[in-house]
């Protein structure tokens, strides 16, 4: 898929306030500082579009960026980040589980997880979550390029290991890095085929 056009239409901390006409909703979702934004301006080839940040946790919004004007990326807010506080953290937390339970035009759910790191606790539990509620998702793995090909092919191998503990079979696998525009293709190519279907 071509991205001809994509612009930031609305921020959000209330899924009712969503934009309404039904477009499809492709999501993205991980702990702060997993590369989100740096995946979504260069899924968009879009520097500026979603706001990096070298400060962990800064995007704490449902954000709608609009898509050839026929579907949402939509870049929820960052979780796991240790110095919002209890309270903070439950606010994002209920903040994107009425999203993910409660929008109807949310087609499917990315989860970033950065391929350098150990499976964490927190992504697990989520993933779990996610199967539990029966939520359409795939796996995107960050920051590729941090890694040389044999670490990285071992990190991964360890991360679905792991999630084949629990799991009978894994959801689609991406492998991305901004910095080299690596998965680029591959992530807009799955979208656009689930959006023709
Ligand atoms: P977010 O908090 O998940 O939105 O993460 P950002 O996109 O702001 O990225 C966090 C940090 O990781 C920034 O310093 C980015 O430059 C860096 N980063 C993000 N993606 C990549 C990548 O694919 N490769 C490399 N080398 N660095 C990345």
């Given at each position: 898929m071509e991205i001809k056009s994509a612009r930031f239409i609305i921020s959000n901390t209330d899924v009712t306030k969503c934009p309404s006409g039904n477009l499809p909703e492709y999501a993205f979702i991980g702990r702060s500082n997993v590369g989100k934004s740096s995946l979504i301006n260069m899924l968009t080839n879009k520097k500026g579009l979603a706001m990096t940040s070298s400060m962990p946790g800064k995007t704490q919004l449902i954000n709608h960026f609009l898509i050839n004007d026929a579907w949402y990326l939509v870049d929820l807010p960052g979780y796991g980040y240790a110095q919002r506080g209890k309270e903070g953290r439950e606010k994002i937390r209920s903040i994107i589980e009425s999203y993910i339970l409660n929008r109807y035009e949310m087609t499917c759910l990315f989860v970033l997880i950065?391929?350098?790191?150990?499976?964490?606790k927190i992504d697990v539990e989520f993933l779990e979550w996610l199967g539990e509620n029966e939520i359409p998702f795939c796996i995107v793995f960050t920051k590729a390029d941090k890694l040389g090909p044999v670490r990285f092919k071992e990190n991964v191998e360890a991360y679905k290991k792991r999630l084949l503990e629990d799991w009978e079979k894994l959801p689609p696998v991406f492998y991305t890095s901004s910095e080299k525009k690596q998965g680029r293709t591959e992530l807009l190519d799955y979208i656009g085929s689930i959006n023709d279907s």
């Open positions: 950065d391929c350098r790191h150990e499976p964490q």
